[in-house]
């Protein structure tokens, strides 16, 4: 059973997510600020990660950042979700190292779909 | 005045005897009524005392038997007794003429006055009017005395059935008493040896007690023997001995001491139990309560106890002690993550890593969360920058904790007895800030108090770097230095040495380097440079058809515990084609301290194949005749140090005379070290060590500069 980690400030957000997730048979863990996110991703990494763009600490391409730079964190798959999906962001992103982004508010049908194509691509 | 005692019951004849010889009375006792007849019969007396009931012939009887013998039936007749009397008795016993019927028991003083009287009114003619003339018919008395001394005897069975009775409950109520505190009893002789085992564990009768006090552990060996010694009664001495199964028993024992009546001590009595139970019990108490239960690691009060130990040998044998403070970073996490069992396991897996690094003696102890220390005993800075390092690369492998893999790094801090401080406490404080420090610095580091320390631990990593890169860089070469006969001044061999010219640095001096290189497996690599270089130097010699010396090569003794040491020098022998015996392996007597197999495996195999084997250093400190002859030994070097002092020093010279000798009775070749001046290499030729080595000859010198030396010698065969 694979085990994702969502960073995720927002409780509905996060709840919603879990939900979905486990529903579809995944376990999940999660953070609620950027920082503890970043710890727990190199310490304990996930099969992939969820990640909220805005935090209230340090923000999500900050923690994305940081996460790629570590060498524990270079390979995880980690998907970025968004609600504002400027281009220029999204570029940033991807720029970074993000796998692939969804967007916000996601759609409790098909997120599942999205993050599995996303992490078929990584494959 | 001579009276006669006639008592059965000892207590009451002793009394009478010792209360009327004090009297000033001369007297005579017997325990029956038939001993006292027959004395009487021989000899005269002037009273008699008797008892009534007696064995083989009762009191009445003896006074019928003396009543009717006309030279005995004067003397006065007392009867003193107590049992079961009745108005019959003293009836009976004035008809058989008896002077007086007194009953048990009597003051004294009353008694000695009857006696007094007796004898007085007998002297004054005014004894019993009847004596010896009893009227009756025969039949009738001695009906009446046989009734009489048969109603005393049933009465006396059945007060002695009584008794018995009472005796048989009482000694069973204290053999209840006994066996419920006791499970066995013992008995031992004078010499304190356990003769009577009843019960008690096999094996235990081939002891003595005192064999038992050295064994004592409830008090001391010394306190059980003096007890012993002093025949003084013991109880609760816990001892133990190993039985005939061969099973370690522990015994709790207590003794009275036994004496005859004159006081003489014969032996011990006493009663026994098995407590190894109740001893492995408290063990296990004990353990517990000084040991983490999670890691079975001691816990923070063993920890004290084991570090002010370290700090007080340290102190004697003068040598450093360091302590180690480890912090897992993110243990909290895992534990909010992934729950308390997965931090329990991952404190388990954690301390398994570090054991698994730290040397046998190095003590590691959990003083609870994730905060570990480790006492390092005469463990140098070195050591312990080593051990930090091994530890933090030991944990750079993530931990496979409920299926998911943890990263979690240490912190290490280190502070050093008696550098930073002599007091373990504050030892403890500073080797905290150390850690604290390196958490600081970004975790999964290590920091020593002493910011010194640091920089040299950093110098020490940037030496061990530099020494990898001096490989790939091809920054090492090899240099050599002639061996000659000191009185022809002829060349006999050559020691091939490491040389590192850095380009930044210059030439740095082996001893800058050699030492830290020796710390890992660095120094294996510079042994096989070395062999390989002096190799190819002599093949090239050899190709230019130049006779070659015989050449030494140094190997350490790191490299001497190498697996693969001989099987590396052969090879590199065959590659150039050199014949095994023109290379001469040279080790430190130091080398073989260490005498592990592989070190014994190595040693056998240099010979095997073919190498001589010369001891570097000799006399310096361990020096043992037993490594010359184990091992084969070819060649001895005098160590410089007792070259050095040839001429200031009787007691160099001595010593060199003496390893000349040595060397010459065991055939071995000798080699002067260090020699720099022709006074040194005079005196050493005196005392009959002509090779020599050293700078009044020629220092290490190129491959190129050797060669002339080579043409030279091969111009003078």
Redesign the interface.
Known sequence: MK?ALIIEDNDNNLELIRFILEKAGYNT?FAMTGLEGV??A????PDFIILDIQLPDINGLEVLKRIRAHP?GAVVPIIAMTSYAMAGDREKLLGEGCTAYIEKPIDPASVVAQIEKALGKER | MKILIAEDDENSRHLLEDVLFSEGYDVVSFDNGLKALSYLQVEPVDLIVSDILMPELDGYGLCRALKQNISLQKIPFIFYTATYTTAQDERFAIALGANKFLIKPMLMPDFLKVIKDVIDSDEAGRGPKNRGLYRGSPLKLDKQHADLVRGKLDKKLIELNEERSKLIESEARFRDFAEASADWFWESNEQHKINVLIGGPAGLNFYTLTDLAEACHSHSSNEMLKTLQAHKRFSDFVVHFTDELGKLVYLRVSGKPLFELNGKFIGYRGVGRDVSEMVALNRKVEFLASHDDLTGLPNRSLFRQRLEHAIAKAERTNSQVLLLFFDLD?FK??ND??GHEAGDQLLIMATKRISEKARATDALCRLGGDEFVMVMEGASPQDGHRLVRDIITAFST?FDIKQ?????TTSIGVSVYPDDTTDPQTLMVYADLAMYRAKQNGRNDFEFYTSNLNFIAHQWLDMENGIRHAFKEDQFFVVFQPQVENTKNQLIGMEVLLRWRHPERGLIPPLEFIKIAEQSALINQIGEFVTDAACKQIRAWLDKGLSVPRVSINISARHLRSQTLVKTLTATALKYGIEPNMLCIEITEHALLEEGDVVKKNMREIKAAGFSISLDDFGMGHSSLLYLKRWAVDEVKIDRSFVDGLLNSAEDRVIVKAIVALGDALGLQLVGEGVENQMQADILAASGCKNVQGYFYSPPIEAKEMETWLKKNGLKK
């Open positions: 085990t863990r710890q727990q190199l310490t304990i990494p524990v | 993110k996490l895992v993550t992934l993530p998911q893999k943890v990263y979690c």
